[in-house]
């Protein structure tokens, strides 16, 4: 029998997987998911268990409130931008479509500012016209 309160101080207070309190435990995987459901402990869902692991600090995305006139400034743009020209489609990403390398950076700076985004965390897509000449768009200048 696994305790009810081991189980319950793993997997909610330290965040533990089924596995990780497992390998602890030295036991099977299947023995803690039997015990968990004994105890009515709820479990995760995948979802849930993946952003744990790969967010084990918390929410990666704290927010911080202006607190001068240029950073209320910066806000607003931030948001403008996302709001005009930013895709929504997706609960678990930011995307901005713009040519402009200025708006481009100022919405970067946005993100690493009020959100505490890493720079060295985004990810850039291309997306080129048949009107483009490729040598262009390398040489595209994005900031820092």
């Known amino acids: 029998?696994?305790?009810?309160?081991?189980l319950f101080n793993l997997y909610f207070n330290k965040?533990?997987?089924?596995?990780?309190?497992a390998d602890i435990l030295g036991c099977s995987l299947h023995k803690v998911s039997y015990w968990m459901g004994k105890h009515a402990l709820l479990t995760r869902s995948r979802g849930d268990a993946m952003?744990?692991?790969?967010?084990?600090?918390?929410?990666p995305f704290l927010f911080g409130s202006p607190r001068?006139?240029?950073e209320a400034q910066l806000f607003g743009l931030g948001v403008g931008l996302y709001w005009g020209e930013g895709t929504k489609a997706s609960p678990s990403s930011v995307?901005?479509?713009n040519t402009d390398p200025v708006l481009i950076e100022k919405f970067i700076e946005f993100l690493v500012k009020f959100f505490r985004i890493k720079r060295?965390?985004?990810?850039?897509?291309?997306q080129m016209f048949s009107d483009m000449r490729p040598?262009?768009?390398q040489y595209f200048p994005i900031g820092k």
């Open 51 to 59: 952003y744990l692991k790969h967010n084990p600090d918390g929410d």
């Open 120 to 126: 060295d965390d985004l990810r850039f897509g291309l």
């Open 95 to 97: 995307r901005l479509g």
């Open 135 to 137: 040598t262009d768009a």
């Open 1 to 6: 029998m696994l305790d009810r309160s081991v």
């Open 15 to 21: 965040g533990k997987s089924m596995q990780d309190i």
């Open 68 to 70: 001068t006139v240029q």
